[in-house]
């Protein structure tokens, strides 16, 4: 039997309470992707062109720093990582997390929450991110998801 983690990072807490449900659903242990320097209600708009999200995100190279590190990532066989979807892919925090461990021989599982778009070009732009990894494709999840939709979901992925 393989070990699995859910790694997440959310801003508004959806995301956590997916990723809270799903380390409960498939019995995972969970690691919460901190940004080490927090964002602010303003940092978040999107609407600002100048806002710290939108500079993030128009710039291929942006890698926040993340607080922490995440114990004993080598244990894991099966890594799902969580985020909001920002401009139709994962925030750059994920490739800040995806490049700071070796997930060589590991399945790396993408799952989000939005408001309304898909996973958009997701996978291509983490996959340069998680070399040597099995990157499965990811899916959109709505706010209340239950735990036995997840398990069901996570058991059908066959990681």
């Known amino acids: ?8 990072f959310s801003t508004g807490g959806v995301t956590a309470n997916v990723a809270q449900a799903l380390a409960a ?3 995972a242990d969970l690691y ?10 303003a940092d978040l708009d999107w ?7 939108t500079r993030e995100m128009e710039d291929p190279a942006s890698r926040p720093a993340i607080a922490g590190s995440c114990e004993d990532l080598e244990e894991y066989d099966t ?28 399945t790396v599982v993408p799952f989000a929450t939005s408001g309304g778009s898909g996973m958009g ?5 983490l996959r340069l991110s ?7 494709e990811g ?3 709505p706010r209340g998801i239950s735990r036995a939709e997840l398990a069901a979901w996570a058991r059908d992925l066959d990681p």
Request: proline share 7%; hydrophobic share 40%; glycine share 6%.
């Open 1 to 8: 039997m393989s070990k699995k983690l859910v790694a997440y």
């Open 25 to 27: 659903a498939i019995g």
């Open 32 to 41: 919460q992707i901190v940004p080490e320097v927090p964002y602010t209600r």
């Open 47 to 53: 609407t600002d062109k100048n806002s710290r999200s």
């Open 79 to 106: 890594i799902f990582v969580g985020f909001p979807i920002w401009w139709y892919v994962a925030p750059t925090i994920i490739n800040t997390f995806l490049e700071s461990y070796d997930f060589s021989g590991k």
């Open 121 to 125: 070009e997701t996978n291509q732009k």
């Open 130 to 136: 998680c070399p040597g990894a099995r990157l499965l």
């Open 139 to 141: 899916r959109v999840f």
